[in-house]
C-alpha cells in the first residue's frame, strides 16, 4: 500500500524567504501526487499536481514541486514566500494501480512572519 | 453551486452513541471519500467509493460503516461512537480515477464525550 510522508512539520519563515517542503512516498509502482493547501479556516485546495511527463511542475500561486523518482519524493517549493502563504500544506499519492484511494501525508504547517 | 455538503457540522456525542454523517456532491462525481483530521496527523482516509455501488476500506476504517445511497450521496455512520472518534470529518468528492482534484466539504466537526 502507498504512504507518504513529511518530515517537517512546522516551518516558521520570514516575508520573502524560499520554501522547500519535503514529501516522500512509499510505493513501488506508478503514481500520481498532488500537493493541497488548508488555509486558516477553510478546507484543502489543489495547489499542483503530477501524473506524467515533466518533473518539474507548476501550480497556483507561484508553487512548483519537482518528481524525483530515484529519491521517491515530491517536494513543494515557492522561491519568495508571503504573509498570505500561512497555512497547512499536504502531500498525497494515489497509485495508478488503485488510482482512486488517496492517501494524505500528515501535513506541514508554514508560519510567515510578516 | 453548492459543491459538496455535509450535515451536521458539529455534534456532540455520548460515548456508545451512534450517528451518521450525511454527503451530498452536485458535480456529478463518480468517487467520494471519508477523511477524518486529527492534530499532527494530517487527513487519514476512512473509506472512499470509486464508484456509484463499490465501497473500500481506507487507512482507519474500524469502527466506522458507510453507504453510497446513489451517485450523489455517500454517507459515513459511526455504530457505537467512541472517544478516540473525536475528529473533523471532511467527505471529498472527485470525478474518479486518481487523476482528478479533490472537492472537499466544509468538514463535520464531531466531540465524543
Known amino acids: 500500500a502507498q504512504s507518504v510522508s513529511q518530515h517537517n512539520h512546522h516551518v516558521i519563515l520570514s516575508e520573502a524567504a524560499s520554501l522547500e517542503l519535503g514529501c516522500n512516498y512509499s510505493?513501488?509502482?506508478?503514481?500520481?501526487l498532488f500537493w493541497y493547501v488548508q488555509y486558516p479556516g477553510q478546507h484543502l485546495q489543489l495547489l499542483l499536481k503530477?501524473?506524467?511527463?515533466?518533473?518539474l511542475v507548476k501550480g497556483i500561486k507561484g508553487f512548483e514541486a519537482e518528481f524525483i523518482k530515484s529519491k521517491f519524493s515530491f517536494n513543494l517549493r515557492k522561491p519568495s514566500v508571503q504573509w498570505s502563504d500561512t497555512a497547512e500544506y499536504f502531500c498525497a499519492v494515489t497509485a495508478q494501480s488503485s488510482a482512486s484511494k488517496i492517501i494524505f501525508g500528515s501535513g506541514t504547517r508554514l508560519s510567515i512572519r510578516p | 453551486n453548492a459543491g459538496v455538503t455535509q450535515t451536521p457540522k458539529f455534534q456532540v456525542l455520548k460515548t456508545g452513541q451512534s450517528m451518521t454523517l450525511q454527503c451530498a456532491q452536485d458535480?456529478?462525481?463518480?468517487?467520494m471519500y471519508w477523511y477524518r483530521q486529527d492534530p499532527g496527523m494530517g487527513l487519514r482516509l476512512i473509506y472512499y467509493s470509486a464508484s456509484e455501488g463499490t465501497t473500500d476500506k481506507g487507512e482507519v476504517p474500524n469502527g466506522y460503516n458507510v453507504s453510497r445511497l446513489n451517485k450523489r450521496e455517500f454517507s459515513l455512520r459511526l455504530e457505537s461512537a467512541a472517544p478516540s472518534q473525536t475528529s473533523v470529518y471532511f467527505c471529498?468528492?472527485?470525478?474518479?480515477?486518481?487523476?482528478?482534484?479533490?472537492?472537499f466539504g466544509e468538514g463535520s466537526r464531531l466531540t465524543v464525550l
Open positions: 503530477y501524473f506524467s511527463g515533466d518533473p
Open positions: 510505493y513501488g509502482g506508478t503514481v500520481n
Open positions: 458535480m456529478n462525481h463518480n468517487s
Open positions: 471529498a468528492s472527485s470525478e474518479g480515477g486518481g487523476t482528478g482534484e479533490l472537492f
